[in-house]
């Protein structure tokens, strides 16, 4: 059987370690090259295989290479596009087996969160549908930690350090101002449906920080936060509010949409975190300040987990071991044997099953009163922040990989998105 | 000549390394135990002071002093008072002397920005107007950058290297998201009157990032400032600006105040950060995200730049020397020698040369343009966000000193703050 190329590509909201799976692709396949080809890299995702805009990876140094284990973001380029099904446009998938075939293309491998699982899953099922020998494997990513079956994502441990982090050293900041001046701190994190970076700022509490966590699995209640504000405040002289961007109210409408208008009648996007903070000062009259962590937190591969990176790492690694053996239509997985010491092992998980399934917080996550998270909670969370990962510095900067990127020559014909 | 005690406080807005310079105090006062008495500091800066509300440092071990080191915020609290005038308020001048007296203290350490000298340098005044022998010296603190005559001052290049460290990071996330998702990215930092901080953000243009800074000390123009990023998205496909929140329109206006009104007609505080990426959806259409870094930015001990706490510490043991050669009203200062390589000697000023006076950007720091920083800024910046100096890690989570705090017992009758 000739050797098979490999195509490789990146989707969705991009984080710290998604290169490191890259490289663990990329180095297992070249450990292969007995039995794996080249790796093309899709520019821009799957954007870049329906457009045939692909980019030799052989063309990357070994140090280059090795250099995306410490570089944060995606090295190709990501996309948010998600294929139709196959009824729906025929036409790109028959794109994708051209390009495939054109490139000699017979392994498939998609980093990306749940959109991307589904994408993949689409696409593994053309081997069936369209009689092309592919083999697609998902390699899975997202700072939102909510694909099912894998105990964690790649991703979401670093951006759980960056959040307690720097949760910790902003209370430290505010526990120094609060006789004169600000009382209470408001940090939002992302976590649009599912709470788990915003559960990562509970993990200071047992730092003595006073904290009250908001979460998207909870109904907000602008009372009950109020209560639990003052109480904190009247015991420790300030607090520290954790805000998940997903917070929302029992009808679902989120706090960040205020309704807010400017001087011109313009809709005003805001953050929750000014929400919050507001709504504070004018029920209890305490000086504030608020910070939005946004893209700072998923790209912050300064404070990455040691233990996430590896284990992007390892399930890159893995993907091409799947592919290597044969498997198609699955997604390698942490599966976690014990949580102290930290224990787990590489395992992995069909597509069909994590296609479309989102892992929310478990209620027993969350304290009771809904603003904290529990000690089970904590023992699932600690290993996932452990270690650091420094990358080297140059003149006071990190020093992260820009590729050369080369593209492998078109064969096709141009294809038009729509 | 009998023993003195000292009093040290912190003051204002706190940074990742004001501790570093209460460490130098601390540990130098204790080289010189022969000669100089207890540290006692001030609860809460000079508030501690008139309420007789000091903490005996001798009680903390060696070890945790040397924490403070690597320990970000205010460790013994801050506070925003500023005392007024000996004729405005003999009062509190008086109850300072008592205080003072009351516990044998004879050297007065005060850390703090502009304000701060300013409350410095009228304590120093007290020997010679009320006949009371003390000995006051400014430890100079402000991530603002703003004082007169420092080369620099501590607390401002740890946060200019997480400014460009973040900005670096984002403006990968963005590179990596442009093609089908944003492409503008926009981090608002601190620096109400001076761009220092803003200007840190433009050093990640040599990486090749396509950045717009906006400063305080440039008038903002809506249109100008579009043009700039509509060329930039146009040859980069993206782009990263880096807003001061001191920015504003020609009438003094700040970006932040937009006169925005939520649905029940109260006016809303927001960010400049949302208002120049709303400028950009409405002018160009191009999708953004935001972040506001706020107090993250001045504690974010676990990314200090080296040079930053080195020299913390150095004007915290420069100030204890200075008061044992006998002088008053000084504040140790930083003299650059040279830039590259950087060469640096500790001197001193007079406080009534650094009180009430702020250092702003030189025009020819900025690009003629308003939107960047020269080479000669470059030169400035580069050394000061050099070297990383890493706090220990547990359990995922930087050791950062929480101290005893230990109260001194008290000997005078309550004193009420006006």
Redesign the interface.
């Known amino acids: 059987m000739a050797k098979k190329n490999a195509f490789y590509a990146?989707s969705g909201?991009?984080t710290?370690v998604i290169n490191a799976s890259a490289c663990g692709v990329i180095e297992t396949a070249r450990a292969n090259a007995a039995t794996m080809g080249k790796v093309y890299a899709g520019?821009?995702g799957i954007?870049g295989a329906l457009t045939e805009d692909l980019i030799d990876t052989s063309k990357e140094s070994a140090a280059a290479v090795a250099l995306l284990r410490y570089?944060?973001?995606?090295?190709f380029?990501?996309?948010?596009?998600k294929l139709k099904s196959l009824d729906a446009n025929r036409r790109e998938y028959e794109r994708l087996i051209a390009v495939f075939k054109a490139h000699n293309i017979g392994y498939f491998f998609y980093n990306g969160g749940g959109d991307s699982a589904d994408t993949c899953f689409k696409v593994s099922q053309l081997s069936n549908s369209m009689g092309y020998p592919l083999q697609a494997i998902h390699v899975p990513k997202t700072v939102d930690n909510d694909l099912p079956i894998t105990d964690c994502c790649p991703g979401f441990g670093s951006v759980a350090?960056y959040v307690?982090?720097?949760a910790?050293?902003?209370s430290?900041?505010?526990?120094?101002?609060?006789?004169?001046?600000t009382k209470v701190?408001v940090?939002e994190v992302m976590g649009r449906h599912a709470g788990w970076i915003a559960a990562a700022g509970g993990?200071?509490e047992s730092?003595?920080i006073p904290v009250v966590v908001l979460f998207p699995e909870i109904e907000f209640d602008e009372g009950k936060f109020i209560q639990r504000v003052d109480t904190l405040v009247k015991s420790h002289g300030y607090c520290t509010v954790v805000v998940s961007e997903g917070c929302h109210y029992p009808d679902g409408k989120f706090l960040a949409e205020?309704?807010?208008?400017?001087?011109f009648g313009?809709a005003?996007?805001?953050?929750a975190?000014?929400v919050v903070?507001?709504m504070v000062k004018?029920a209890l009259g305490h000086k504030f300040?608020?910070?939005?962590?946004?893209?700072?937190q998923?790209?912050?591969?300064?404070?990455a987990?040691k233990t996430d990176v590896k284990q992007a790492y390892e399930l890159g690694k893995k993907a091409v071991q799947l592919a290597l053996k044969g498997h198609n239509a699955v997604m390698p997985t942490i599966d976690r044997i014990s949580d102290s010491p930290y224990r787990y092992k590489i395992g992995s998980a069909p597509l069909s099953q994590v296609a479309n399934v989102e892992k929310f917080m478990p209620r027993n996550f969350i304290t009771p009163d809904g603003f904290g998270i529990t000690p089970l909670c904590r023992r699932y969370l600690?290993p996932?922040?452990?270690?650091?990962d420094?990358p080297k510095?140059k003149?006071?900067?990190?020093v992260?990989a820009?590729l050369k990127n080369l593209p492998v020559a078109k064969k096709l014909p141009a294809f038009e998105l729509q």
């Not at 570089?71 to 090295?75: E, L, S």
């Not at 430290?172 to 609060?178: E, H, Y």
């Not at 998923?298 to 404070?303: N, P, W, Y």
């Open positions: 990146q909201g991009v710290a520019r821009n954007i570089t944060p973001a995606g090295a380029g990501s996309c948010r596009f350090k307690a982090v720097s910790l050293e902003a430290f900041d505010v526990r120094s101002m609060a006789r004169t001046s701190f940090l993990l200071i730092h003595g205020q309704g807010t208008r400017d001087a313009h005003q996007l805001g953050g975190a000014p903070a507001n004018q300040h608020w910070a939005v962590a946004d893209y700072l998923r790209s912050a591969r300064h404070i987990a600690a996932l922040i452990q270690g650091e420094y510095y003149d006071g900067l990190p992260y820009t």
